[in-house]
């Protein structure tokens, strides 16, 4: 079973900046793409970012390109999520996922970490 569990969230002021961090239980964790996601109170969640596992490239939503940077340690097993100049609209519950090639879906998911952005 594997386990994504994610830390660093908080309250910001706007402008602010964050670093989310989320740690896989799995020790093939390099080969597999991971997502970070994120959630609003009365909204559907939707993608902020993801890594491949291989060449480490980057795919950002247009609504955070140029603010936040994806980035992984295939030693540790962790993936980050530098969040700058936070906006209030920013403000959400972030989870991270892992890609599963076969089944063509993330698969795994963490519980979360909660970002408030004040404005």
């Known amino acids: 079973q594997v386990q994504l569990v994610e830390s660093g969230g908080g309250l910001v002021q706007a402008g602010g900046s964050l670093t989310l961090s989320c740690a896989a239980s799995?020790?093939?964790?390099?080969?597999?793409?991971m997502g970070w996601f994120r959630q609003a109170p009365g909204k559907d969640r939707e993608f902020v970012a993801s890594i491949s596992g291989s060449d480490r490239s980057r795919t950002y939503a247009d609504g955070v390109k140029g603010r936040f940077t994806i980035s992984r340690d295939n030693v540790k097993n962790t993936v980050s999520l530098q969040m700058n100049s936070l906006k209030p609209e920013d403000t959400a519950l972030y989870s991270c996922?892992?890609?599963?090639?076969?089944?063509?879906?993330?698969?795994?998911w963490g519980q979360g970490t909660q970002v408030t952005v004040s404005s």
């Open positions: 799995e020790r093939t964790f390099t080969t597999y793409t």
């Open positions: 996922a892992r890609w599963s090639p076969t089944a063509n879906k993330y698969d795994y």
